[in-house]
């Protein structure tokens, strides 16, 4: 009978489409690590494209919607599948304190087996000047951009120091007053869309 050969094709074909879409779920998400493209370079990755990060009460909670707005302009990259999200009870931590070299605004620290990464501490130089409004005094650096730099050393992007790529925001050096590289440039989207296509 016609109408039940459409219905028995309608069935086999909605089986189909369940098997499919259930199989196509970013379950094993393809991860890579250790690439290298024009103005970026990336190394290890982490094993989830989903991570979190803490902030730590050493950081002033005005500076909580610039953070989380670092983190949303990498989440946001429609060529990645990586996601950053604030959770309280995360190992990796955003804090601030005393380091080392006088010269450093803020240092990521990755913490990394050859090929995979286990976690990221980031902490901002309590002796420098941070602000979370634009325009940044000469004499500050604006919290949005610093962090969006640091974000960057999540996906393991590494600092560039080329002069070609100075205005990418994963160049290594920052002048207090500017805010431009918060938003990112094709090239670190490249590097993040590699790393976690
Ligand atoms: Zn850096």
Redesign the pocket.
Known sequence: MIIRSIWKHMLVFLLLALFFSWNTRPVNAVINNNGSGFCWQSGAAWPSNSVSYKIDPTIPASWTTNINTSATTWTNIGSSSFTLSNNSSSANVISKGSLANPSHI???SIYASPTTINKVLVVFDQTDSFTTILPASPESHWITEIMT??F??WFNL??NYSSMCRSVT?Y?TFESGESYRASLTSYDINGAAWQYP
Do not use: C, F, I, T
Request: hydrophobic content about 35%; cysteine-free.
């Open positions: 803020a240092l990521a730099h640091e960057g050393h590494r600092d994963m290594g």
